[in-house]
């Protein structure tokens, strides 16, 4: 049963399968903007993460930076000051397993 669910529905293509992928082709058609997402921007499961208004809210990231600017990062003393520090960011959705949001484990059944 668990097989027949999970199992690929694609027809044997060695074409598609040896041809680039449509970020690739960009990439070679002279389109360099990285970040950019060509296709499946509306999948529920899509997460384009945290805002430069939500980074630059968060004390915690705020003083990463700081850090890095003035060549601290990675110093024992970057490392305190990043530990004494309170984060002002929610976790993204994504930093959490299925059963942590509430969601049941449905294939298992």
Do not use: C, I, W
């Amino acid at each position: 049963l668990l097989r027949e669910t999970v199992a690929p529905n694609v027809t044997n293509d060695p074409n598609r399968a040896l041809s680039l992928t449509v970020a690739a082709q960009a990439y070679l058609d002279g389109d360099r903007e990285t970040g950019v997402r060509k296709f499946a921007v509306q999948d529920k499961n899509f997460y384009s993460g945290y805002t430069m208004d939500n980074l630059m809210s968060d004390t915690r990231a705020r003083l990463g930076m700081a850090l890095h600017a003035a060549g601290m990062d990675g110093t024992k003393a970057a490392r305190e000051a990043m530990m004494t520090v309170k984060g002002t960011l929610m976790p993204r959705k994504d930093m959490f397993t299925s059963a942590q949001l509430g969601h049941g484990a449905t294939l298992l059944a």
